[in-house]
């Protein structure tokens, strides 16, 4: 079956430096991409997205990479923050029902 | 938040028993979902509804079943409660169902002894 995994299980930055999250998928149909953050004890909060005829999309602070070739997704958080302290996670569709990674735990040092 | 309440935020019960979770949506979006989140497996579709009384099964659908009676209400049952079942359960909405966000509430733990 189709898979969805992050290359590190933690990852720990120095505030102020940019973080990078990276995220492969194993289905060549997938066509929709999605970055939720979750903290502790809430659900998973929406950050950004990126359909497949794209392959850069930039937000308030973060940047979303897709490379459909080698099927990998990344997400850039510049100037990381305390706040940015979280679970991160990497969904695919195409819906109904994204198939999500297991999670990178991003710790921000101060 | 995106107007997501589920109900309980926690619950403790024993093997065997019935459990109902709930969820209510006040964004009048058509796509419901309840996902359940266990460390090692991330988070893992159960079932999803796409209007009401429409709805379809996920990738863990076995001993869970939902009901959909008003667009804001999506009811998740255990028919018959298992320790397998002890978990995180978060339900989700999107507006259209294609390529669009999902918007999670802040789930309901639970435990089952």
């Known amino acids: 079956g189709e898979s969805v995994g992050l290359h590190l299980p933690t990852l720990s930055v120095q505030e102020g430096d940019n973080s990078i999250i990276n995220c492969a998928y194993s289905?060549?149909?997938?066509?929709?991409f999605i970055w939720y953050k979750q903290e502790s004890g809430k659900g998973p909060q929406f950050i950004i997205d990126?359909?497949?005829?794209?392959d850069k999309r930039q937000g308030q602070r973060v940047t979303v990479l897709l490379n459909k070739t080698v099927k990998h997704l990344s997400l850039q958080i510049a100037a990381t923050q305390p706040g940015d302290s979280a679970v991160y996670f990497c969904?695919?569709?195409?819906?109904?029902?994204?198939?999500f990674g297991s999670g990178t735990q991003l710790t921000v040092l101060p | 938040d995106a107007g997501i309440t589920q109900s309980p935020r926690h619950k403790v019960t024993e093997t065997g028993t019935p459990v109902t979770l709930r969820c209510h949506q006040t964004e009048n979006h058509r796509y419901m979902y309840w996902y359940r989140q266990d460390p090692g497996h991330g988070l893992r579709l159960i079932h999803y509804?796409?209007?009401?009384?429409?709805?379809d099964k996920g990738e863990v659908s076995d001993g869970y079943s939902v009901s959909r009676s008003k667009t804001e209400d999506f009811l998740l049952t255990l028919e018959s409660a298992t320790s397998s079942q002890t978990s995180v359960y978060f339900c989700?909405?999107?507006?259209?169902?294609?390529?669009?966000?999902?918007?999670f509430g802040n789930g309901t733990r639970l435990t089952v002894t």
């Open positions: 969904a695919t569709g195409p819906l109904p029902g994204l198939t």
């Open positions: 990126i359909r497949s005829n794209m």
């Open positions: 289905n060549s149909a997938s066509d929709y």
């Open positions: 509804s796409y209007g009401v009384k429409d709805t």
């Open positions: 989700a909405i999107s507006e259209t169902g294609g390529n669009s966000p999902l918007h």
